[in-house]
């Protein structure tokens, strides 16, 4: 069976020299970077479940951020797939794509859901965690390579 999602790029290929190969830079605003890392089926699946709800969605909340993190793994996990592959599942891409998964639900969240949630919530804080998750995935990304777990 083919699989469903492509693998993210690279990451475990060793040049000859010894370095490890990253695939192309990226120059990705924080939010598009974590948002690339997120199965789009995910997310629709997060907007409609948070739209149809609207603000009532906030006494759920709580439940459903995890929730989401779990599918994304499994998602990925299962999408990603493939016998012939030195890893049969892209595990690294999983867990990445997890920890992506909750920082843009946390930054792409209304405002004024999180202040029914926690009180001060600042609309600022947003952008901020856009921003604060797009610095954490390459590290996420790099030790979770350095602890062996595989994605080719």
């Known amino acids: 069976m083919a699989i469903l ?20 830079a990226r120059k990705d605003d924080p939010s598009t970077a974590i948002t690339k890392w997120i199965p789009v089926e995910v997310i629709a699946c997060y907007e409609a479940v948070t739209t149809a709800f609207g603000n009532s969605i906030a006494a759920w909340l709580p439940y459903v951020i995890p929730a989401g993190i779990l599918v994304t793994f499994g998602w990925i996990a299962f999408a990603t797939a493939d016998k012939k592959a030195k890893s049969a599942i892209a595990w690294r891409q999983a867990w990445v794509s997890s920890f992506a998964f909750a920082f843009w639900v946390a930054g792409s969240t209304s405002a004024d859901i999180w202040r029914l949630i926690v009180p001060g919530w600042n609309s600022a804080f947003n952008p901020a965690l856009f921003a604060i998750g797009g610095v954490l995935l390459p590290i996420v990304d790099g030790v979770l390579r350095r602890l062996g ?4």
């Open 5 to 24: 999602r492509p693998r993210v790029d690279g990451g475990d290929v060793t040049d000859a020299d010894g370095t490890v190969a990253i695939g192309r």
């Open 149 to 152: 777990i595989r994605q080719d």
